[in-house]
C-alpha cells in the first residue's frame, strides 16, 4: 500500500534532498507530487535515481486525496498553504519554523520523542525542529535518561546550506573572488562570508539573542524536557554542508565519560568517532551526506558539578532537515497512525 506524498519546496535545498531521501529509503509512495511556486511551475527534479517529476504550482494545487505534505517553502508560505492541506485530510510534516512553537503542534525527533506523534490530529499538523537543535537533542536524549540533562551551553558552527542555495552560491563566489582579488560584496550575509565567521543567525531579539539562539533553547525544552536550560551562540561558518556544535552540559547526577560513550554508542541514530589522536573525530566536510549524528571529543568537564562536553556535527540537509522530516513519515506508518486518503 502506497501513500501519496506531496514535495512542497520541491525546487529548494531541503525540497531536493526529501525526493532524495524518499527515494533511497524506499518509503512506500503510489504518487510523489512536487510542488512550488507558480515561477518554479513546469521545472523538473529528479527523484530516485531514474525518475522525473515536473513541478507544479503550490497555489493551484488541490491537496484533497494527499496523504502527506512535506513542507520546505519558507515559513511565510506554509503559514498559508499548511492549514489548506491539513483541512483537505494531508497530514503536513513541516520543516519551516511556523508551527513549531504552537501548543498544539507536535515538535518531533523520532529518536527522542516519538510518542508526541499521537497528538497530531488536533491540527494534522507536525513540525521539524530547528536544524541544529535536531543534532543536539539526538545525542542529548541517551544522556539525559541517564543522569538528567540541568543545563546547555552550546556554540554552533552552521553551515551556509543552512540559509538556502543562495547562500551556498555566496561562499563558493566569495571564496573564489579572493584568489582573483574581486571585492566580496555581502547580499545574502552581513558580512563576507569566505574565511569569515559571522555570529549571527536569523533575526536580533530585544535581549541581544538571535532567533536561532532562541529556537535552540525553546525547541530543546519542548522536545525534550521543560526544566533544561540552554543558552546558545550561533554562528555561521564558511562550510558547505554540516554544522558542528560544541555542547557542554550540566546534569543532575553523576555521570562517567565511559557511561556517556557506552549509551551513546547504543541510542538510535549516532555514531560515536572519538579517539584521542590526530583526526580521530568527525567534521562537516566528511560527514556530508551522512544520516547519522556523529558524537567526538567527549570529555568530563572539570569546571562544573557532574558536568561533560562533546563535539557533534551532522549533515543539516539530511538529519537537520529531510531526513528527519521522512523519518516522522515513517514513524507515522509504524505506529498505523497514518490513515490512507488517496484511492
Same mark, same amino acid.
Given at each position: 500500500?502506497? /501513500?501519496?506524498? @506531496?514535495?512542497?519546496?520541491?525546487?529548494?535545498?531541503?525540497?531536493?534532498?526529501?525526493?532524495?531521501?524518499?527515494?533511497?529509503?524506499?518509503?512506500?509512495?503510489?504518487?510523489?507530487?512536487?510542488?512550488?511556486?507558480?515561477?518554479?511551475?513546469?521545472?523538473?527534479?529528479?527523484?530516485?535515481?531514474?525518475?522525473?517529476?515536473?513541478?507544479?504550482?503550490?497555489?493551484?494545487?488541490?491537496?484533497?486525496?494527499?496523504?502527506?505534505?512535506?513542507?520546505?517553502?519558507?515559513?511565510?508560505?506554509?503559514?498559508?498553504?499548511?492549514?489548506?492541506?491539513?483541512?483537505?485530510?494531508?497530514?503536513?510534516?513541516?520543516? =519551516?519554523?511556523?508551527?513549531?512553537?504552537?501548543? %498544539?503542534?507536535?515538535?518531533?525527533?523520532?529518536?527522542?520523542?516519538?510518542?508526541?506523534?499521537?497528538?497530531?490530529?488536533?491540527?494534522?499538523?507536525?513540525?521539524?525542529?530547528?536544524?541544529?537543535?535536531?543534532?543536539?537533542?539526538?545525542?542529548?536524549?541517551?544522556?539525559? +535518561?541517564?543522569? =538528567?540533562?540541568?543545563?546547555?551551553?552550546?556554540? =554552533? /558552527?552552521?553551515?551556509?546550506?543552512?540559509?538556502?542555495?543562495?547562500?551556498?552560491?555566496?561562499?563558493?563566489?566569495?571564496?573564489?573572488?579572493?584568489?582573483?582579488?574581486?571585492?566580496?560584496?555581502?547580499?545574502?550575509?552581513?558580512?563576507?562570508? @569566505?574565511?569569515? *565567521?559571522?555570529?549571527?543567525?536569523?533575526?536580533?531579539? %530585544?535581549?541581544?539573542?538571535?532567533?536561532?539562539?532562541?529556537?535552540?533553547?525553546?525547541?530543546?525544552?519542548?522536545?525534550?524536557?521543560?526544566?533544561?536550560?540552554?543558552?546558545?551562540? *550561533?554562528?555561521?561558518?564558511?562550510?558547505?554542508?554540516?554544522?558542528?556544535?560544541?555542547?557542554?552540559?550540566?546534569?543532575?547526577?553523576?555521570?562517567?565519560?565511559?557511561? @556517556?560513550?557506552?549509551?551513546?554508542?547504543?541510542?538510535?541514530?549516532?555514531?560515536?568517532?572519538?579517539?584521542?589522536?590526530?583526526?580521530? /573525530?568527525?567534521?562537516?566536510?566528511?560527514?556530508?551526506?551522512?544520516?547519522?549524528?556523529?558524537?567526538?571529543?567527549?570529555?568530563?568537564?572539570?569546571?562544573?558539578?557532574?558536568?561533560?562536553?562533546?563535539? *557533534?556535527?551532522?549533515?543539516?540537509?539530511?538529519?537537520?532537515?529531510?531526513?528527519? @522530516?521522512?523519518?516522522?513519515? +515513517? +514513524?507515522?506508518?509504524?505506529?498505523?497512525?497514518?490513515?490512507?486518503?488517496?484511492?
Amino acid at each position: 500500500m502506497g /501513500y501519496r506524498v @506531496a514535495v512542497v519546496g520541491a525546487t529548494g535545498n531541503v525540497g531536493r534532498e526529501i525526493l532524495k531521501t524518499l527515494a533511497e529509503r524506499e518509503f512506500p509512495v503510489s504518487e510523489v507530487i512536487a510542488l512550488a511556486s507558480g515561477r518554479s511551475a513546469g521545472q523538473e527534479v529528479s527523484f530516485g535515481e531514474k525518475g522525473v517529476l515536473k513541478v507544479q504550482n503550490l497555489e493551484k494545487f488541490d491537496f484533497a486525496g494527499t496523504d502527506i505534505g512535506l513542507f520546505s517553502p519558507g515559513a511565510s508560505v506554509s503559514a498559508v498553504h499548511a492549514p489548506r492541506a491539513a483541512a483537505a485530510g494531508c497530514v503536513v510534516i513541516d520543516n =519551516t519554523s511556523q508551527f513549531r512553537m504552537d501548543h %498544539d503542534v507536535p515538535l518531533v525527533v523520532p529518536e527522542v520523542n516519538p510518542g508526541a506523534l499521537k497528538g497530531f490530529r488536533r491540527r494534522n499538523i507536525i513540525a521539524n525542529p530547528n536544524c541544529s537543535t535536531i543534532q543536539m537533542v539526538v545525542a542529548l536524549k541517551p544522556l539525559h +535518561e541517564i543522569a =538528567t540533562v540541568r543545563r546547555v551551553v552550546v556554540a =554552533t /558552527y552552521q553551515s551556509v546550506s543552512g540559509a538556502g542555495k543562495e547562500a551556498m552560491d555566496e561562499l563558493f563566489t566569495q571564496t573564489r573572488g579572493v584568489f582573483v582579488n574581486d571585492a566580496a560584496t555581502p547580499e545574502v550575509f552581513t558580512k563576507p562570508i @569566505a574565511f569569515n *565567521c559571522i555570529p549571527h543567525i536569523d533575526k536580533f531579539m %530585544d535581549d541581544g539573542f538571535t532567533k536561532e539562539e532562541w529556537k535552540m533553547a525553546v525547541e530543546t525544552r519542548k522536545i525534550l524536557d521543560p526544566n533544561i536550560q540552554v543558552v546558545a551562540s *550561533c554562528v555561521r561558518v564558511p562550510a558547505f554542508i554540516g554544522h558542528g556544535e560544541a555542547v557542554h552540559v550540566e546534569f543532575e547526577r553523576p555521570i562517567s565519560v565511559n557511561q @556517556a560513550w557506552a549509551a551513546l554508542r547504543e541510542a538510535p541514530g549516532i555514531t560515536v568517532l572519538d579517539r584521542r589522536e590526530d583526526g580521530g /573525530y568527525a567534521t562537516q566536510v566528511e560527514i556530508a551526506g551522512e544520516d547519522p549524528v556523529f558524537v567526538s571529543r567527549l570529555r568530563a568537564d572539570p569546571t562544573v558539578p557532574n558536568g561533560l562536553a562533546f563535539w *557533534c556535527v551532522a549533515d543539516n540537509l539530511r538529519k537537520g532537515a529531510a531526513l528527519n @522530516a521522512v523519518q516522522i513519515a +515513517e +514513524e507515522l506508518v509504524r505506529q498505523e497512525l497514518l490513515e490512507k486518503q488517496a484511492a
